[in-house]
């Protein structure tokens, strides 16, 4: 087996040193939900794009995407079909103008949206979408007046309060709100049949109370209602121009864009206006290729996977000298952050030194990225002092964004009010705020420990542990944010707390390890269903994937003196999935998470980046 892990590694480093390209990064796609797709569709018809041939290869896509049942999921093993999912692929295709609307693959998809409650039982966002299209009334939506913007900080309850990623998504929402905006052409199809009343309960009495004090806030503005009204729609305007990242999209996000557009359309732009047509040609740069036609893509990953890339090839023996390498920390140096953004307004002592997740991403900078890019540039930073530069602000501004309860957010410090998950948004428990989370808080805690040498005698390292600890669930495991789910959380835990130094034998890791030692497959491996995030509980799936495997062995790893039993079957069965399984749902199962329910993400590179850090680690460690 050890000649089979070497050659396995050697085989993914010259792939990789392969699929670099010229400015030193690497570009894979990230396949979300078919969400972007749909949109895509809706805006080349909305917005008379010349893109016939765009647009036919999105609705083949789709149709390929259609159950035998007539719906559409956002993972395989979605038990029936994504109701939201099916809603928006529907209108989509009717909207394309290349179905008739007799076309069986249709009718079979309004049977299941009728079936299921209609348009009034799809999330908040499929629902903003066909309002702005004159398919939902604005009425029933966003009960939440524009003036919320103008509430002061130092009110309890401020727009300020919630996450950056979801302001960027509100302000254009309530703009659009206000104005009760939709836009209705010759091309727009009526699915208004759909809306079929059904009841919801809208007094849930955390929503009323939130509501009620934005209520109050708005009255604490001085000036007269109208003039108040006004000022609001421009801090909107203005809001949303600062956020416009240099590739003409809002913070390098499709959803926070398509959304823009529509608002910007509200207060009077033209189609034929520069922001409008850069924003669009930005959206465009977001495709990428798939087995099955093109894909739009939410956010590229092109920083992302060139730093988990390099990090993973260095590990497994690359110099950093070697000029692969070196191609990647000179791109990754570039793209280190200089501008002050929202992220500032909590730490405005802490100068700028984070990365973000795309290419084009300049002003809204993550945790994870950051630490992830930092790994990466790290060897470097010791033999060269202009990059020494580089590591030392970002790990500052590492620092500088821990929550106050220890633990590490994703985007901006303390925004964890817990009200705010009552806003009558769907998914805003997990949106709204930016709270503190295990897999977060362990990636860098691992960062820290590994490579900038920070023991867990440090008071930023002890805090975090304590988070952790305190944060774990009763069967040993820890929940995650951003991948599937408790094998992601559990695995960036352990990892983090090992490498800051908490011993092997601490009673947290020891429970952590039985878990993952119970859950995995007779063949070796391990696989988690996105169910999981979805409920709450740990699911798992038919079938071991590449990323969960590698995860749960690296947990493994990194707290076991010498392979054990488990560990020797997961290697072996990580290496079939390598050499034996690449087409297989193994490394096509979706195993990145974005909106609980709503939005899960297959990372091309996750087949390369785990299982190569993985196997160079036990061939370190174990020799």
Known sequence: MRG?????????????????????????????????????????????????????????????????????????????????????AYFALRFSGLLDGEDKRLKKAEQFIKDKGGLEEAHTLTKLMLAVHGQYEWRHLLPVPIEILLIPRSFPISFWDFSSYARGHMVPFLLLRDGRYHLKTVRTPNIRHLFLHSNRNQSDERVMFLLGKITEGVKEIAGLPESIRSHAQQFAHEYMHKRIESDGTCLSYFSATFFMLYALKSIGYKDESPVIQHAINGLKKMICHTENGPHVQNSPSQVWDTALISDALQESGVSCEDEMIKRSVGYLVKKQH?????????????????????????????????????????????????????????????????NRDGGWPAFEKNKTKGILASFPMDGAEAAAIDPSTPDLTGRTLEFLGSRAGLTKDHQKMKRAIQWLKLSQEENGSWPGKWGIHYIYGTWAAVTGMSAAGVPATDKSLQRAKEW?????????????????????????????????????????????????????????????????????????????????GKFYVRYHSYQWIWPLLTLSKYRNKYN
């Not at 956002?74 to 939201?84: I, P, R, Y």
């Open 4 to 88: 089979e892990i070497e050659g396995t590694i050697k085989k993914m480093e010259e792939i990789l040193r392969q699929r670099q390209k010229p400015d030193g990064s690497w570009s894979f796609c990230f396949e979300n939900s078919l969400m972007t797709d749909a949109y895509m569709i809706i805006l080349i018809r909305s917005f008379f794009l010349d893109e016939d041939r765009l647009l036919s290869q999105l609705v083949g896509r789709l149709l390929e995407m259609q159950t035998k049942e007539g719906t559409w999921k956002v993972f395989t093993d979605e038990k029936e079909g994504n109701l939201s999912a099916t809603i928006e």
């Open 338 to 402: 200089y501008k002050f953004g929202d992220w500032a307004i909590e730490i405005p002592t802490i100068s700028p030194g984070g990365w973000g997740f795309s290419d084009s991403n300049l002003i809204h900078p993550d945790v994870d990225d950051s630490t992830a890019a930092l790994r990466a540039i790290t060897y470097s930073a010791s033999e060269k002092p202009e990059i020494r530069q580089a590591w030392d602000r970002g790990i500052a501004w590492v620092l500088g964004m821990q």
């Open 516 to 596: 993952l030692e119970s859950i995995q497959r007779s063949d070796g491996g391990w696989g988690e269903s996105c169910c999981s995030d979805q409920k709450e509980m740990y699911i798992p799936l038919s079938f071991s994937t590449a990323s969960q495997t590698a995860w749960a062995l690296d947990a493994l790893i990194s707290i076991s003196e010498q392979p054990t039993a488990p560990i020797e079957k997961g290697i072996r069965k990580l290496l079939d999935i390598i050499n034996k399984e690449q087409t297989s749902q193994a490394v096509t199962y979706p195993t990145g998470a974005g909106l609980q």
